[in-house]
Each structure stands twice: as structure tokens, then as C-alpha cells.
């Protein structure tokens, strides 16, 4: 089936991906909501610039449209029209257990008769994190809730030893509770690879960014994987 991805650039979002196109299905476009400004995604506060490369990186091309959150709905309803007219037939979400949210997905794929897919529903988030490292993913944090993590994991690289750290915090791994966000640089969907160059910490409101001043797309001379 030919779908589209609701893309944060994160690794709910990449591992949703990933599973949809083992499971046969072909993932034409991504999906991103960003900030009315057009400069930085709505959710995760990637730059416009660091969003194209992430599309470069795996070779799926990207469909965005700009949102305050009062208009969300309405501009993710009018992506959803523009890829019917496509031949698109679903929608892959990340979405791991929150009801509102499966509940918001299902009501606006409804009207234009798009199947959503959510690969990720009810998988442990210790097991859903564990899969996303064996698969071989990268992945580092970009952003923290001031409440619940200091800036010194903005930064850090997801892996066996972030996850025995977050568990012995007693937090979410998979920081279902805002705990944390995510931007994925490699893996098994990826054709190139992104490196971080340099970075500082912005703050806004109750959440501290990993702003990320330059990076580089590396080819890595691999075919991916699926």
C-alpha cells in the first residue's frame, strides 16, 4: 500500500517508518507540521534546513505545511487531501498509547478515506526503545523537559546505557510523558548519514532545545537495508 508518514524526525516516528516498509507497505512521502514562521517543525523545533537532509538521508521525499496550533488540524486535514489526490491509501503514525491521540488520528484520516497504521500501538516502551537500538539506529537527544532532565543529556546518543540511566531516574524511557525528544541521523533507512556539527542550547518555556548551528550529510556507500 502506498502511505505517508507523520515524520517529527524523531525515533517514534523513524521506528514507525521502519516497521511500515518491512511490513510492504511503500512510504512516498513524510509528513511535517511546521511553526507558522516555516523555520523550525512544530513539534520538535528542527530547522527547515535539518528536516530536508533527514528526507535526503533516506531518499523519501517530504511534504510539510505550516500550523499555529489553532489551525493543526485544519493544514494536517489539507496534507492528507493532497496526498489522496497522490494515490496515497495510508497513514503511518508513531503514536505508542495514548488514546487522545489514536483517537485524533483515526477521527482525521476518516474524511479522505486514508487506513492509518500504527506499527508502534502498545509496545512496551522498554522493548520499543530496545528495538529501535538493535536495529541500528542513531539517534541523540534534541530536547528535555526542564521539570524532569537537565541540559546534559541534550546531546546524548540513544542506547543500552541511556536506558539503564532513564530507568534507574525512574522516567519513561521512551519519554511518553514529554520527557524528552529525539533527532535520528542513521540507520537501517538511511542512505546517507547526518553529523552533528556545532550546537547550542536555547530555552523556551518549559523545554530546553539542542539547536543544531551546522552539520554534514556523509554517503556511507551502502545500499539501506529495506
Known amino acids: 500500500m502506498k502511505v505517508f508518514c507523520s515524520w517529527s524526525g524523531g525515533k517514534d516516528s523513524c521506528l514507525s517508518c521502519y516497521k511500515a516498509i518491512l511490513e510492504g507497505h511503500e512510504v512516498a512521502y513524510l509528513l511535517t507540521m511546521f511553526a507558522t514562521t516555516g523555520r523550525y517543525t512544530r513539534s520538535h523545533r528542527l530547522s527547515k534546513e535539518l528536516l530536508l537532509a533527514q528526507a535526503e538521508a533516506m531518499g523519501i521525499s517530504v511534504y510539510h505545511r505550516r500550523a499555529s496550533w489553532n489551525t493543526y488540524e485544519r493544514e494536517f486535514k489539507r496534507a492528507l487531501a493532497f496526498f489522496k489526490g497522490k494515490g496515497v491509501q495510508g497513514g503511518v503514525f508513531g503514536d505508542l498509547r495514548v488514546n487522545e491521540h489514536r483517537e485524533w488520528v483515526e477521527r482525521v484520516c476518516a474524511g479522505p478515506e486514508i487506513i492509518p497504521l500504527l506499527p508502534l500501538w502498545g509496545i512496551a516502551g522498554k522493548d520499543l ?86 552539520f554534514e550529510i556523509e554517503e556511507k556507500g551502502l545500499e539501506k537495508i529495506c
Not at 526503545?129 to 530536547?143: C, K, P, S, W
Not at 540513544?158 to 540511566?165: G, L, V
Not at 520527557?179 to 548519514?193: M, N, Q, R, S, W
Open 129 to 214: 526503545l530496545g528495538q529501535f537500538i538493535e536495529a541500528g539506529f542513531e539517534a541523540v537527544v534534541i530536547a528535555v523537559k526542564d521539570s524532569l532532565l537537565a541540559t546534559h543529556w541534550l546531546g546524548r546518543r540513544i542506547d543500552q546505557q541511556f536506558m539503564n540511566e532513564m530507568e534507574k531516574e525512574r522516567l519513561d524511557v521512551c519519554g511518553e510523558e514529554g520527557e524528552y525528544h529525539t533527532l535520528v541521523v542513521d540507520g537501517p533507512i538511511f542512505i546517507k548519514k547526518i553529523r552533528i556539527g556545532d550546537t547550542r542550547v536555547v530555552r523556551r518555556k518549559e523545554v530546553s532545545f539542542l539547536e543544531i548551528l551546522n
